[in-house]
């Protein structure tokens, strides 16, 4: 029986999972004929955190954290290879934020806001000291500020109720 439970979930997280790389990899296309940008939507954060909800294991989080810029990157050619490392490492550092606030008892909501936060600032953080290694090419640093405030605001927001409605 516990065998068949674990098939199940499984075949259940793997679906999940392809649900959600497929939507990284189909994102750029359909923001590109709008003619808008994909870094504001940030499809691997939400898909990332869709997976933290619906799947609800670290592991998974680590793999899809690394996984989707880097295959991002093999499968549509964006981002270059350099940001999709920086990237990994990004979502890396905020699935291990969000689960070290979440077992210090934070608020679901703080924790997803902050583990954001700190882990954006790593990367820019990282971007800025390859830039200064002249590894990275010049170009702007931080992109737009209120844009990328409101996307964070708003996965934080998803998430908060969307933990409220799974907990039901």
């Given amino acids: 029986m516990n065998q068949v439970l674990q098939k199940v979930d499984i075949v259940r997280i793997v679906f999940i999972d392809t649900i959600l790389v497929s939507f990284v990899l189909i994102m750029p296309i359909v923001v590109h004929t709008l003619g808008i940008s994909a870094r504001f939507i940030e499809p691997m954060r939400l898909s990332l955190f869709t997976s933290v909800l619906l799947v609800s294991d670290r592991k998974n989080a680590y793999v899809l954290a690394i996984i989707l810029p880097i295959l991002s990157m093999c499968v549509i050619g964006m981002p270059v290879w ?5 990237m990994s490492v990004e979502l890396c550092a ?41 590894f990275f090419p010049q170009g702007a640093l931080i992109g737009n500020v209120v844009p990328q405030l ?18 039901r």
Avoid: D, E, Q
């Fill in 82 to 86: 350099y940001k999709a490392v920086l």
């Fill in 94 to 134: 905020n699935v291990f934020l969000y689960y070290r606030m979440c077992r210090w008892r934070v608020n679901t909501f703080l924790a997803v806001l902050i583990s954001i936060i700190a882990s954006k600032a790593l990367y820019y953080f990282l971007k800025y000291i390859l830039i200064k290694m002249a």
């Fill in 150 to 167: 409101i996307v964070t605001l708003s996965i934080a927001v998803f998430f908060y109720i969307g933990v409220k409605i799974v907990k």
